[in-house]
Structures are given as C-alpha cells and as structure tokens.
C-alpha cells in the first residue's frame, strides 16, 4: 500500500520496533500539543485558543508537564484567564448551593438523598477531569485507531509487521480488541483475536524473563554474566502493564 501523509506516523511507530507502537504515537501527540500549546508558535496569545484553554483548563498530570516545560509566561498567561471564568462559575455554584445542603430539621441531615452528590462536589469533579489537551489527545488518538484498522485490510505487509512485533502494551491492547470487533468483519477479527492473543503471550513472557534475569544479575554469582537484553526490562515491564515510558526525561521547551 503505498504511504499517505495521515499514515506516516503510523507506520513509523510501527517501524521503531516499540514495546507498544500506540505508545509511541500517544507520546509524539502530547509532546505536539505541548509545544502548540506553550511552544514558540504562542497559540496561548490567540483569542480562540485562549478561550478554549480557558473553557477546558488542564488536567493535574498536563499541570505537571506544563510547569516542567519550562514557559513561564505562557504559563501564567493561559492560568490568568483561566482563574477569571473558574472564579465566576465558581461564584455561581456557591450561589445556588448557599443553604441548599441542609434541612431545618437539623444541622447534619441532609435533605438530598445519600447516593446523590452534592452539586457543589460534582461541578469541582467535572472541573477536575476536564482538560484542553487530554481532549486533542483522545480525539486525534482515535483518529489513529480508525487508521490502523484501514491500514490492517488494506497492508499485507503492514499485518506481517504487526503479527511478528512485540505487541501493544494491555492499556492499549484493551482499546484495540474493542476497536476491532467495530472495524473487521467476522473473519477478519477472529484472525485478529487469534494472532493479536499469541503475540501478547509471546512479548508479555518475553519481557517477564528479561525482568527474571535482571533480578537474578543482582546475585554476585552472575555479575560477570552478559545482562543479554535486561539493562531496561524494569522501564518496559512498567510500560508493557500501563503504557507509556516511565524512564523518559521530562520533555522541555526547544
């Protein structure tokens, strides 16, 4: 199948040989988003991404990676305008809520029933989960998984790649299997299963022996042996279970 732009990056996550080509795609996609987001381009000064950010704000873990960029400005900036729209609909929730928690029968009882939450809590959860880039993040990720169901029927070449990789890790394992049975016909996804369900076996033991042998290189008795392919098992082992790549460096302003 001859390479379109919208399958580049695909193929190349495929290509570098990963512990799971998805993670590779979700890393390059946060760290462009980082860098739309706070980067020299300063989509922070514009108008409507601003008001986007503003709506969204940023989720604890994109907090993080922001402040480690390293954009201090831009930062302050997106989080200025930001504290504006929160504290004025935080005004409104407290507004409503003012007296609304507690019967006059007495201080403690609660006039709402147990299971149901208080409004208050349910508006400072939504704003908890809601993030501008976890949003770009999932919707253009689901974009790749459409793509790599189109590739997988089209690309002989592109399957055998897949069928004698190192498989996905679980996270992403997980949301292809339910991908799957959506994009394949029934032939199609029953060779899918089949194959998909070796080679996880096949990579989830091969990753266990290399974290055996790296246990066992800690006994004095094997310092002198070859480390064969164990000097990184413990970071993949973490990402083969989780994804993602526990032994990156914190991704900074270029």
């Not at 729209?85 to 029933?113: C, N, T, V, W, Y």
């Not at 310092?223 to 989780?242: C, F, H, I, P, V």
Request: glycine share 6%.
């Amino acid at each position: 199948m001859k390479e379109k732009l919208y399958t580049i990056p695909l193929n190349d996550a495929v290509n570098a040989e990963d512990e799971c080509p998805f993670c590779f795609i979700e890393r390059k996609l946060e760290q462009d988003l980082l860098d739309f987001v706070l980067g020299s381009s300063s989509s922070y000064m514009e108008s409507d991404i601003r008001e986007k950010t503003d709506e969204a704000g940023f989720c604890r873990i994109h907090m993080k990676k922001m402040f480690d960029y390293g954009n201090t400005l831009g930062n302050s900036l997106i989080l200025k305008t930001h504290y504006e729209k929160i504290r004025k609909e935080m005004k409104d929730q407290m507004g409503a809520h003012a007296g609304g928690g507690r019967s006059r029968k007495g201080l403690f009882e609660k006039i709402r029933p147990s299971s149901q939450k208080d409004p208050l809590s349910v508006w400072c959860e939504k704003r908890d989960h809601s993030c501008y880039i976890c949003q770009n993040l999932d919707e253009t990720f689901q974009r790749y998984i459409d793509t790599f169901f189109y590739v997988y029927e089209k690309d002989e070449e592109f399957r055998r790649k897949i069928f004698q990789g190192k498989g996905f890790c679980l996270h992403h394992f997980g949301i292809l299997t339910d991908a799957a049975s959506r994009h394949l016909n029934q032939k199609q996804y029953e060779e899918f299963c089949r194959e998909t369900f070796r080679l996880m076996d096949e990579n989830l033991a091969r990753v266990q022996e290399d974290i055996t042998w790296l246990i066992d290189k800690f006994d004095y008795r094997n310092k002198d042996a070859d480390w064969k392919t164990s000097k990184d098992a413990l970071q993949r082992g973490m990402q083969k279970l989780r994804g993602g790549y526990p032994a990156d460096p914190v991704y900074k302003q270029k």
